[in-house]
């Protein structure tokens, strides 16, 4: 499979991915051609055209935007292998205590089955500025890192070193192709058996800055730590995504309403949705992209009420005048009221 593209070519689209968007190649929708357990609760959906055609080419890093049978929407990075054109490849771990989004996609979908595409971005690009990466994966964090480090095995200028952080052996997706890679010799594994106080110790990893970028997706704790390790490298090295760490509460939510400034409409906000979910579903636009807030889209004004900020974006002088509608909520069940 790595034989059908060039180094050239992957090289060169690697170093276009700051400019990288699936809005230049509209695709509305995905056929589910494989749908494959590869570890426990993690599952592998290859995705094609249903007309057949090529897939938009993208880079590592980027994400597609799914409608579940459930009606949730959903951000999914790409696996790779990213020369790959004729499928895309997720891996979504079903998390019962989540929101309901991964179960539907794992119970409700089968080969074969069609699934909307809502769009795709990429928010958290490799920077070929750099020949040295590297790559911490927490759990399904793996998804965008696996992809990464698939990439840079093809360049020989680059080098790079993936740790890969789970509970055990079962829970870690792609273990085997880490394993047998030929790039093996780049890989940790470390595995913490569910204690906390056997996570790996990073400092090592992260206590001399370096010329290296590093780019973390994981849980909140993992990115974290990361966050206050690499507290005294220049910040532009360092990388975060994450699609689930925003999930954590949710099963604690409340029912809440909002109020539009504008018309004075007066939505509720039900324990299981967000309130970008339920601005969509009433017709109002909103940005959105990352929708696990920490790509900045979403900003809105807030008026009154007060906010439980789950978002990674705004700055505590911020969070008195905005909200990030994808993951934030009220507190105690109050009426917010937002600039809209
Ligand atoms: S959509 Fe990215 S922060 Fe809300």
Same mark, same amino acid.
């Given at each position: 499979m790595i034989a059908v593209y060039t180094l050239s070519s992957l090289r060169a689209s690697v170093q276009t991915m700051s400019s990288f968007s699936f809005a230049a190649a509209p695709l509305s929708a995905l056929r589910v051609r494989r749908k494959q357990p590869i570890a426990r609760d993690i599952v592998r959906f290859e995705l094609v055209d249903p007309a057949g055609a090529d897939l938009p080419a993208w880079t590592p890093g980027a994400h597609i935007r799914l409608l579940t049978p459930g009606g949730h929407t959903r951000s999914y990075s790409l696996c790779g292998p990213v020369q790959a054109r004729d499928h895309w490849a997720i891996a979504v771990k079903r998390d019962a205590n989540g929101r309901g989004g991964s179960v539907s996609l794992i119970d409700g979908?089968?080969?074969?089955?069609?699934?909307?595409?809502?769009g795709g971005d990429n928010l958290f690009p490799l920077d070929t500025d750099a020949d040295q990466h590297i790559l911490i994966a927490g759990g399904i964090g793996i998804t965008p890192l696996y992809a990464m480090?698939?990439?840079?095995?093809?360049?020989?200028?680059?080098?790079?070193?993936?740790?890969?952080?789970?509970?055990?052996?079962?829970?870690?997706?792609?273990?085997?192709?880490?394993?047998?890679?030929?790039?093996?010799?780049?890989?940790?594994?470390? *595995?913490?058996?569910?204690?906390?106080?056997?996570?790996?110790?990073?400092?090592?990893?992260?206590?001399?800055?370096?010329?290296? *970028?590093?780019?973390?997706?994981?849980?909140?704790?993992?990115?974290?730590?990361?966050?206050?390790?690499?507290? *005294?490298?220049?910040?532009?090295?360092?990388?975060?995504?994450?699609?689930?760490?925003?999930?954590?509460?949710?099963?604690?939510?409340?029912?809440?309403?909002v109020v539009l400034q504008a018309s004075g409409r007066r939505l509720n906000v039900p324990p299981e949705r967000s309130i970008l979910e339920c601005l969509r579903s009433a017709g109002v636009a909103v940005a959105s992209s990352c929708e696990s807030g920490t790509c900045g889209s979403c900003k809105t004004g807030l008026i009154a009420?007060?906010?439980? *900020?789950?978002?990674?974006?705004?700055?505590?002088?911020?969070?008195?005048?905005?909200?990030?509608?994808?993951?934030?909520?009220?507190?105690?069940?109050?009426?917010?009221?937002?600039?809209?």
């Amino acid at each position: 499979m790595i034989a059908v593209y060039t180094l050239s070519s992957l090289r060169a689209s690697v170093q276009t991915m700051s400019s990288f968007s699936f809005a230049a190649a509209p695709l509305s929708a995905l056929r589910v051609r494989r749908k494959q357990p590869i570890a426990r609760d993690i599952v592998r959906f290859e995705l094609v055209d249903p007309a057949g055609a090529d897939l938009p080419a993208w880079t590592p890093g980027a994400h597609i935007r799914l409608l579940t049978p459930g009606g949730h929407t959903r951000s999914y990075s790409l696996c790779g292998p990213v020369q790959a054109r004729d499928h895309w490849a997720i891996a979504v771990k079903r998390d019962a205590n989540g929101r309901g989004g991964s179960v539907s996609l794992i119970d409700g979908v089968q080969e074969g089955d069609t699934l909307t595409m809502l769009g795709g971005d990429n928010l958290f690009p490799l920077d070929t500025d750099a020949d040295q990466h590297i790559l911490i994966a927490g759990g399904i964090g793996i998804t965008p890192l696996y992809a990464m480090a698939q990439a840079l095995a093809l360049m020989p200028t680059q080098s790079f070193h993936l740790y890969v952080c789970s509970r055990d052996a079962q829970s870690t997706a792609f273990l085997s192709e880490l394993q047998q890679a030929p790039w093996r010799e780049c890989v940790s594994v470390h *595995h913490d058996g569910g204690d906390p106080s056997q996570s790996l110790d990073l400092w090592p990893v992260l206590e001399t800055p370096s010329a290296a *970028h590093v780019y973390c997706c994981g849980p909140q704790g993992l990115m974290d730590s990361v966050r206050d390790m690499s507290g *005294h490298w220049p910040a532009h090295q360092i990388h975060f995504e994450s699609f689930g760490a925003a999930t954590q509460g949710w099963a604690d939510n409340q029912a809440f309403d909002v109020v539009l400034q504008a018309s004075g409409r007066r939505l509720n906000v039900p324990p299981e949705r967000s309130i970008l979910e339920c601005l969509r579903s009433a017709g109002v636009a909103v940005a959105s992209s990352c929708e696990s807030g920490t790509c900045g889209s979403c900003k809105t004004g807030l008026i009154a009420g007060q906010v439980e *900020h789950r978002d990674l974006v705004l700055l505590p002088e911020q969070r008195s005048q905005h909200i990030m509608v994808c993951v934030s909520r009220s507190i105690h069940g109050g009426t917010l009221e937002l600039a809209l």
